[in-house]
């Protein structure tokens, strides 16, 4: 991995009336890594990828790819740069081969190339079948697959992805995710924004949390979680009727919050993140003591690093508290 910026922002900013949509946002993105923006609807995370895509103009800061300014040199960041969209942005009357052979026209391929690239990618992107079928009787998975594949006729250098498997299946979203790691593994550096917290846990190398137009914590995933809680304790009881009793026992020994689990038998604390891995281990032993000498039997326990789903949570009501 090299230690190039492809991309790199300092106090970028968008304002669309009242409303501050960016509001200052510094990112350092290294060459060949997948870059994970994670954050709720509304947060600001489209309007900035298209600011980087030289869609929108920053009303402040600055924003260069590979060192050349988003504004000033706008053509050539266009050359080295592509997006993909939350929503499909082929041709839906034309067949998905039909489609990648005019985009490749037009980015000034022969025919016979754009041809042979058209069959390379619906190949690659296993749409081989679908080749000869309309997009508009494309499945969800099917339509981000041929989405992504135009977006790499010609190979770039960055890849925005703004919220690709939204409203996919399972199944199709890990063929999507195979994709972006397939793309990174040919040198693109990604830059993927995203609601979905497992999809950032399962990409991304580095991670910024936006929330409100600002960006609230940075870092690598091990970083975030050991940021908001040394460990994570999740029990479940023999008996559902000493929950209440447990929650009360594990607050007082963890020194901590206690969720009640969907599971009736079920209890989920997370340790202070002041404590070190060996000391959250040695607090959650004690409590499992206290548990014991109250009559409450454990039939489960395990103690591992926090979710992002929690850091997530976490990070925004502290900077609700803040706030």
């Known amino acids: ?29 290294p060459t060949g ?32 790819i590979f060192g050349k300014d988003v ?15 939350q929503y499909a942005s082929v041709d839906e009357d034309l067949t998905g081969a039909e489609n990648l052979v005019l985009l490749g026209r037009l980015l000034g391929h022969a025919k016979p190339a754009a041809r042979d690239r058209a069959e390379q990618l619906l190949d690659g992107f296993g749409l081989s079948e679908a080749a000869g079928k309309q997009v508009k009787n494309y499945s969800g998975g099917m339509r981000r697959r041929i989405d ?35 793309v990174v593994a040919h040198g693109t ?4 924004t995203t609601q979905y917290l497992d999809e950032a846990d399962q990409l991304a190398s580095r991670i910024a949390v936006i929330d409100q137009g600002k960006v609230i914590a940075e870092g690598t995933k091990g970083e ?39 599971d009736p038998v079920a209890l989920t604390a997370r340790v202070d993140g002041q404590s070190t891995e060996q000391g959250a281990a040695e607090q959650a032993g004690r409590a499992l003591a206290e548990l014991a000498r109250c009559g409450i039997t454990v039939d489960n326990f395990s103690l591992g690093q926090p979710s992002l789903d929690e850091v997530f949570l976490a990070l925004t009501d502290k900077k609700g508290v803040a706030a």
């Open 1 to 29: 991995m090299s230690t190039e910026l492809a991309i790199e922002t300092t106090g970028l900013v968008k304002v669309f009336g009242d409303n501050r949509a960016v509001d200052g946002i510094d990112l350092a993105v």
């Open 224 to 262: 975030l979680k050991a940021s908001v809680g040394a460990g994570t304790v999740h029990l479940r009881l023999r008996d559902a009727d000493q929950r209440a009793e447990a929650q009360q026992v594990l607050a007082l020994a963890l020194n901590a919050d206690v969720q009640l689990d969907a």
């Open 71 to 85: 504004v000033k040199d706008a053509d050539a960041v266009r050359s080295r740069v592509s997006l993909t969209g």
């Open 189 to 192: 550096t990604v830059l993927l």
């Open 148 to 182: 992504i594949a135009a977006s790499i006729l010609n190979t770039p250098d960055v890849l925005f992805l703004d919220e690709p498997t939204t409203g996919l299946d399972p199944r199709s979203r890990n063929q999507v995710w195979d994709i972006v790691r397939a």
């Open 33 to 64: 890594t997948v870059y994970g923006v994670l954050g709720p609807n509304g947060a600001g995370k489209t309007t900035a990828v298209r600011m980087l895509a030289t869609l929108l103009r920053p009303d402040g800061g600055s924003a260069r």
